[in-house]
């Protein structure tokens, strides 16, 4: 099976910084792209960045230019810059690995809790 397991939430004061982490129990390779979501309370799961195995990374537009999604493929894991954090970033963020050959699969963590309040 595969396993995801993400790290790095916590609470943080408006115009602070976060690290998150995804190890992957597998190379990070044998997917076809990785991703980080997140979800607030009473919202769906949304869509914050993208990293494929091929091709450019990708953003949320509310994510532009403050978070930096990359990877450390030696480690089998993604990480998730957050910087100048706002109360609205607040939610549960998920790690998401993406299979599509030989047949389509999507795995998910257990998610970290983001909390940005004053």
């Known amino acids: 099976q595969v396993q995801l397991v993400e790290s790095g939430g916590g609470l943080v004061h408006p115009g602070g910084s976060l690290s998150l982490s995804c190890a992957a129990s597998?190379?990070?390779?044998?997917?076809?792209?990785m991703g980080w979501y997140h979800q607030a309370p009473g919202k769906q799961r949304e869509l914050v960045a993208t990293?494929?195995?091929?091709?450019?990374?990708a953003y949320a537009d509310s994510a532009k230019g403050r978070f930096t999604i990359s990877r450390d493929n030696a480690k089998n894991t993604v990480y998730l810059q957050m910087n100048s954090l706002k109360p609205e970033d607040t939610a549960v963020y998920f790690c998401?690995?993406?299979?599509?050959?030989?047949?389509?699969?999507?795995?998910w963590g257990q998610g970290t809790q983001v909390t940005v309040s004053s």
């Open positions: 998401n690995a993406a299979r599509r050959f030989p047949s389509e699969a999507n795995y």
């Open positions: 597998e190379s990070i390779f044998s997917f076809v792209a």
């Open positions: 990293i494929p195995r091929i091709g450019s990374t």
